[in-house]
Nanobody, 127 residues
Framework: QVQLVESGGGLVQSGGSLRLSCAAS????????LGWFRQGSGKEREFVAA??????????KYADFVKGRFTVSRDNAKEIMYLQMKSLNPDDTGVYFC??????????????????WGQGTQVTVVS
C-alpha cells in the first residue's frame, strides 16, 4: 500500500516553469513504477510521463506532447517523484495526478496499469 500526495501546482504565465512533487508514504518506494497524468477541464485524463523502478534503472517515458519540455525524476531516499515542467503553455492547464504501480518495473503509460493515485494538484497556465 502506498499513499501519494501531489504539490507544487499553481498559476504560471505562458513560457514559465513549475516543478511538481509527489510524496509517497509506504514501504519499498523504489520498487514502485511511477507516473504523471493530467486532466484538463472537460477532457479525459491523459498520460504525461512515467519512471520505472530502481531495478529498471529509472527508465523514463513521455507523452509526445511533452516534446522535451518536461523531465520526470525520482529521489528514492526522500520517497518523492518530481515533474519539472518548462516552456508551459495554456494547453498544459489541468489537474496533474501522480500514480504508482507495484506490478510493473518499467515505465508504463496506461491508467489501468497503476494501482495507486494521488488527489491531484492544479496547474493553470495563462497567456
Amino acid at each position: 500500500q502506498v499513499q501519494l500526495v501531489e504539490s507544487g501546482g499553481g498559476l504560471v504565465q505562458s513560457g514559465g516553469s513549475l516543478r511538481l512533487s509527489c510524496a509517497a508514504s509506504g514501504r519499498s518506494f523504489g520498487s514502485y513504477g511511477l507516473g504523471w497524468f493530467r486532466q484538463g477541464s472537460g477532457k479525459e485524463r491523459e498520460f504525461v510521463a512515467a519512471i520505472g523502478t530502481t531495478w529498471s534503472g529509472g527508465i523514463t517515458k513521455y507523452a509526445d506532447f511533452v516534446k522535451g519540455r518536461f523531465t520526470v525524476s525520482r529521489d528514492n531516499a526522500k520517497e518523492i517523484m518530481y515533474l519539472q515542467m518548462k516552456s508551459l503553455n495554456p494547453d498544459d492547464t489541468g489537474v496533474y495526478f501522480c500514480a504508482a504501480t507495484g506490478q510493473f518495473e518499467g515505465a508504463v503509460k496506461m491508467e489501468y496499469e497503476f494501482n495507486y493515485w494521488g488527489q491531484g494538484t492544479q496547474v493553470t497556465v495563462v497567456s
